[in-house]
């Protein structure tokens, strides 16, 4: 349910998405996903969440963070909070939903269409505001992994679901574990 004349903005909850993807057993290939999705509209923004570990020597996602920002996407950040449960395991906690709620909110005015990766449904009050202020909400998860990542509520309030499984062709690529391995298959075949 796109149409090529409509602004379309993209809200990357990327802990939610990195999660889908993972249960579904692919990786992102986020220039496709930025390429699929300008396809089917006026790509106005892509903006891209993510919390930090900041006091880190090296963090894994700081790469993908860096290749996003110099791509095409609006990243936000902000430093994930480092604390110990009672159980004395290492817990981090970094939840993006105000930030981005109130991205999309502001930019609600200037946009047709919103395609938000994210299953939480917590998300499900901004989609209904968003749907009043005369925006279209797509969202972007899976209900295939075990258990579902989408939230029934949020499933219901989109004007579309989009399962993230059926888009594995357009915008994924095998897990890194799997591409090391079939690299070193191809080298040692030869």
Known sequence: MFYKDERLALFIDGSNLYA???ALGFDIDYKLLRQ???????????????????NDEYSPIRPLVDWLHYNGFSMVTKPAKEYTDSQGRRKVKGNMDIELTVDAMELAPRVDHIVLFSGDGDFRPLVESLQ????????????????????????RQADNFIELDE??????????????????EVASSK
């Open 20 to 22: 889908a993807a993972k």
């Open 36 to 54: 699929e999705f300008a396809r089917r509209g006026k790509m106005v923004r892509a903006f891209y969440y993510t919390a930090l570990l900041e």
């Open 132 to 155: 009043r202020q005369g925006v279209r909400v797509s969202v972007v998860s899976t209900i295939r992994s075990q258990p579902p990542m989408i939230a029934d509520e949020l499933r």
């Open 167 to 184: 888009l594995r062709e357009v915008i994924g690529r095998p897990p890194r574990e799997q591409q090391v391995e079939r690299n070193f």
